[in-house]
Nanobody, 124 residues
Framework: VQLQASGGGLVQPGGSLRLSCAASGRTFDSNAMGWFRQAPGKERELVATISWSGGSTYYADSVKGRFTISRDNAKNTVALQMNSLKPEDTAVYYC??????????????????WGQGTLVTVSS
């Protein structure tokens, strides 16, 4: 089972990036998924999470209204659209999945599968 995150890079403040997470090895259409981030010297924190169906989402206050999480179960992918990026959004972003048939959750301890991370740098 693998989660492969991609789409990170360098962007100016106010810009946009779209992160993608591709799952392989099995389908994840029964798994809640999440995006986390970890800035240097800080703990890993939840950015957004989405239910297995895509019908429910949750965002950290710091990204609400700027980021959008979505999933395509047919393609076994989860995306994070990031708009109006700020320097404080700079971090390594990780996608993660819970075990099957569990609801959305909000801490790193609730997720069983992790991708390798993709670096997002917001700087002028």
């Amino acid at each position: 089972v693998q989660l492969q995150a991609s789409g990170g890079g360098l962007v100016q403040p106010g810009g946009s990036l779209r992160l993608s997470c591709a799952a392989s090895g099995r389908t994840f259409d029964s798994n809640a998924m999440g995006w986390f981030r970890q800035a240097p010297g800080k703990e890993r924190e939840l950015v957004a999470t989405i239910s297995w169906s895509g019908g429910s989402t949750y965002y950290a206050d710091s990204v609400k209204g700027r980021f959008t999480i979505s999933r395509d179960n047919a393609k076994n992918t989860v995306a994070l659209q990031m708009n109006s990026l700020k320097p404080e959004d700079t971090a390594v972003y990780y996608c993660a999945a819970r075990s099957q048939n569990l609801p959305m959750a909000f801490t790193v301890y609730d997720y069983d599968y992790w991708g390798q991370g993709t670096l997002v740098t917001v700087s002028s």
